[in-house]
């Protein structure tokens, strides 16, 4: 498989297979730079749905409304991107946990 398609397949996953394609996508990659990003998107995925439900949470007392969209937008916004940067054949880490991994 093609690594800007291996890419671009890691990055859409968001919205339909969140977790399942970029553990697949570990496990069957040759390219260790689809390895890496799909080590990212897992653990961007966690990483975001604990904050968007802490977020959720405090909804409640009125202060987690603003966090709920600011995670959220980019919980959407960041596979965009990332699917708009390997379609133009370059590299890009995912917010927050990036440069972790």
Not at 2 to 17: R, W
Not at 54 to 64: L, P, Q, R
């Amino acid at each position: 498989m093609d690594n800007k398609l291996s890419k671009i397949i890691v990055h859409s996953s968001f919205y339909y297979a969140p977790f399942l394609v970029p553990v697949i996508m570990f496990f069957i990659a040759p390219d260790e730079e689809v390895r890496r990003l799909s080590v990212q998107a897992v653990l961007f995925q966690i990483v975001l749905a604990i904050l968007l439900g802490i977020s959720w949470a405090f909804t409640f007392v009125i202060i987690g409304l603003p966090f709920l969209i600011v995670f959220g937008l980019i919980y959407f916004c960041a596979p965009i991107i990332g699917i708009i940067r390997a379609l133009q054949g370059k590299s890009w880490n995912y917010p927050i946990v990036g440069r972790l991994v």
